[in-house]
């Protein structure tokens, strides 16, 4: 099946929104956990996670324009950190529902029957319940003036991982966590490992 | 289990990398084909694919500094296309084998075993095998000065899409191709379908 750009153009918003998101892949889904100046916790659910680097250990995400609705961006502005928090199975509802437009008075966590668990190394809040968390510091915020949104960029301080298998290399087995994998916008799948393939070399071409 | 910040310091360069690249989730592996100026294919696998915008149609992907081995980011900035090439099942194995780093002036296609399909929108050649392929314009490469990668983001001009359920809404069953998931730097998942949940709204939390 051939999809020509005009074929992108003629297609109806919300269904071009969710065909384009679907095409690009599977992601990794996360819940971003900030807390306000005033001392609000927030949580929303970010698909955009990518790799910079891992010497110092940089990850970025997509933020989408500031809001009133969307308070993360806003409070990582102002206090300059944020967690990430991974999702697994148990936790995939809850995930979902905080993607909700609620007031910027109110907490997520409180809403969708999350826990907040305090960090010591930022007043960002963990999710207790995600099995694998992380808490960032702001390092850079990229404009994207294309579309007004931004790669927000920060470097890890501090991991909490749960029981799963990690490899002498390095490698984290987060499927034994359970770890979902997101797709378009409300979609999710289940990750079953198949393989790992030795550094490639030109030898192996022969 | 708890790392800190020192711990990850002190880790050995490999491991963290390896670390760092896994915890931070799985994502879609594509692999970018380009054309040289001097019309030499390159086949390259990214796994660092974010939804940019629907409309107009953006994605992005995070490019290493450009090397000698690394043609891609050239082969983009002068031609001002390429490629995306969904990995399946069946040509994981050729794709990962693109990885290695061949000679500028060999093709990867002839190297690994996959064959080159032209397009009809650009000259950057499209993997036959892959299942879900699109062509994009180069629109802008923002530089990522924190550590020489850059965010490289691109138009969608043309999407092949093989046999697989497109549900009325948009969303695309990518899982039925037998896409896979990456995580780390070797690792690949099998993804199947678990759910999709209706849009998140104030009163779904009652």
Chains 1, 2 share one sequence.
Not at 71 to 88: A, D, F, W
Not at 146 to 155: D, H, K, M, P, R
Not at 177 to 193: E, F, M, P, T, V
């Amino acid at each position: 099946m051939k999809i020509t750009r005009s074929d992108i153009e003629s297609m109806q918003n919300r269904f071009r929104a969710t065909f384009i998101n679907s095409i690009s892949g599977y992601k990794s889904l996360n819940l971003v956990g900030t807390r306000s100046m005033s001392g609000i916790s927030n949580l929303a659910p970010f698909n955009s996670i990518v790799h910079i680097g891992s010497n110092p250990p940089y990850l970025g995400m997509i933020a989408r324009p500031q809001t009133e609705e969307h308070q993360t961006l806003k409070n990582i502005k102002e206090t300059g950190y944020y967690t990430l928090n991974q999702v697994h199975e148990e936790i995939l509802k809850q995930a979902h529902q905080s993607s909700a437009k609620y007031d910027a008075n109110t907490s997520e966590f409180t809403e969708v029957g999350l826990t907040e668990q305090a960090s010591e190394v930022s007043k960002s809040p963990y999710v207790k319940e995600s099995l694998l968390k992380m808490t960032l510091k702001l390092v850079e915020i990229i404009p994207i003036p294309l579309n007004g949104t931004s790669l927000v960029i920060g470097e890890i301080q501090e991991i909490f991982i749960g029981d799963c298998m990690i490899e002498e290399d390095g490698y984290v087995h987060i499927e034994e966590l359970g770890s979902i994998a997101s797709l378009g916008l409300d979609g999710y799948l289940k990750a079953n490992h198949l393989t790992r393939y030795p550094y490639a070399t030109l030898k192996d071409s022969d």
